[in-house]
């Protein structure tokens, strides 16, 4: 072979490698992007749960606030109404003393 001939088989070998070289980072790239593509679903995926957690969250505080809103109410009305016997206990009151009275009286 001459030198010539030689020189352009080196120089032909060193652009397989370099083709070889550039088309294993291209598939790469490529890769890496699919990659970012996976990513960018996954994060809009997770902001939307994101967002109806928050709506759960917010709902579940104003359920909250209107509850202890309720809960003072009926506590209000336990203590007002506690005040006040009701004449059926008031009743049963009487006939037990008179029923005690009774069974003491010779």
Same mark, same amino acid.
């Given at each position: 072979?001459?030198?010539?001939?030689?020189? %352009?088989?080196? /120089?032909?070998? %060193?652009?397989?490698? *370099? #083709?070889?070289?550039?088309?294993?980072?291209?598939?790469?790239?490529?890769?890496? $992007?699919? =990659?970012?593509?996976?990513?960018?679903?996954?994060?809009? +995926?997770?902001? /939307?749960?994101? +967002? /109806?957690?928050?709506? #759960? =969250?917010?709902? %579940?505080?104003?359920?909250?606030? #209107?509850?202890?809103? $309720?809960?003072? $109410?009926?506590?209000? !009305?336990? *203590?007002?109404? $506690? *005040? =006040?016997?009701?004449?059926?206990?008031?009743?049963?009151? %009487? !006939?037990?003393?008179?029923?005690?009275?009774? /069974? =003491?009286?010779?």
């Amino acid at each position: 072979m001459s030198e010539k001939s030689l020189e %352009a088989q080196l /120089s032909l070998d %060193a652009a397989k490698a *370099r #083709h070889e070289e550039l088309s294993k980072i291209e598939k790469s790239i490529a890769e890496i $992007k699919d =990659v970012f593509v996976e990513i960018a679903l996954l994060v809009e +995926d997770q902001g /939307s749960k994101l +967002d /109806s957690i928050e709506h #759960h =969250v917010n709902k %579940a505080m104003g359920n909250s606030v #209107h509850g202890t809103k $309720k809960l003072e $109410k009926a506590k209000k !009305r336990k *203590r007002k109404y $506690k *005040r =006040v016997p009701s004449t059926t206990y008031t009743t049963k009151c %009487a !006939r037990a003393a008179i029923s005690n009275v009774e /069974s =003491v009286a010779p």
